[in-house]
């Protein structure tokens, strides 16, 4: 999500760079990592030079993770003194569960964003910015006209997304069921196209950029949401969130359910995906916004 920004940000004649700790061996993208190594003095000096050539030439400092360049109690006080204003930006994992105490230290950023509604429970003064992807790239692939339809699952963790019970219900049903782990977005992605229906996760509570790829392609796509972010969501892009709610407990009837009811509901469900993402997460309206956001603080 970080570079789809970045690019969406230059296309409007910003000069916007993205700059990594270290390079996601996953999603490598990044104008520029600094290969932080485990030394800890070793790490605080990349980070320091890095502060020192990015200060003079950068107006607007765009945090994400919960993590600034240098530490926050030097960071903020640091951007102020040179009139620099910054963003502390989180997406969802990183503030999930954690007390106002925890995520004080984002209160000195001038502004923060979250990437749904769901997380304004844990900073509710948060601006909500969805996450933004580039919907040229993606192409939608409606579910085959098959019998036997192929479920896919791709979990970063196998314990967190609720892996054991996605496969016991596939088990019991008459599904092919392709789990994708550890690949490159690339090859992934690949697998994602060939689904006929996608299963999530089953514990977060709102669902993320793996979700929103599935959504874009025109699948059925099966997650755990929380009711009132649902309702909180509907309510401010005006307009249904498509996905199938499931939890651990109910994934192998509502799946059973839509396996069911066939190809021709499969893809009308994924016709309302891929509506919902081009309404809420495309990253031309999403780029809008920030750059509207970034234009607010240096007034």
């Known amino acids: ?26 999603h490598p993208e990044a104008d520029r990592s600094l290969d932080l190594g485990k030394s800890l003095l070793g790490r605080q000096a990349k980070q320091w030079r890095a502060l020192s050539s990015l200060l003079p030439r950068t107006d607007v400092f765009h945090f994400m993770f919960g993590l600034t360049l240098v530490p926050q ?24 569960g954690k007390t106002p105490e925890q995520l004080a230290s ?27 992807i580039d919907l040229t790239r ?37 599904v092919d069921l392709r789990i994708v782990e550890g690949l490159r977005h690339d090859e992934a992605f690949a697998h994602y196209r060939e689904a006929d ?14 979700a929103i790829e599935c959504l874009a392609l025109g699948k059925p796509v099966l997650t755990y949401l929380f009711d009132d972010a649902r309702e ?6 005006g307009t249904e969130v498509p996905l199938v709610n499931v939890t651990a407990e109910t994934v192998q009837e509502r799946l059973g359910a839509l396996v069911d009811a066939g190809p ?36």
């Open 106 to 132: 984002g209160k000195k950023a001038g502004a923060e964003i979250v990437g749904s509604w769901d997380a304004t429970r844990w900073v509710p003064e948060a601006t909500v910015i969805p996450p933004g």
């Open 197 to 210: 229906i996608v299963v999530d996760q089953l514990n977060a509570g709102w669902y993320g950029v793996l």
């Open 73 to 96: 109690s030097l960071q903020y006080p640091i951007l102020r003194t040179f009139g620099k204003k910054s963003v502390m930006h989180y997406l969802g994992s990183d503030i999930r």
């Open 264 to 299: 021709a509901e499969w893809r009308r469900v994924g016709d309302a995906s891929r509506a919902y993402v081009e309404r809420v997460h495309d990253i031309e309206h999403v780029a809008d916004v920030l750059v509207e956001l970034y234009e607010g603080l240096r007034r």
């Open 232 to 237: 909180w969501t509907e309510r401010a892009y």
């Open 138 to 174: 993606i192409t939608p692939v409606p579910p085959h006209d098959r019998k036997r339809p192929l479920v896919v699952h791709a979990p970063s963790s196998r314990r967190r997304k609720g892996t054991e019970h996605v496969v016991a219900a596939c088990e019991a049903l008459d």
């Open 1 to 26: 999500m970080p570079w789809t920004n970045v690019q969406a940000l230059r296309r409007r004649g910003i000069d916007a760079s993205l700059v990594v700790f270290n390079r996601y061996a996953l």
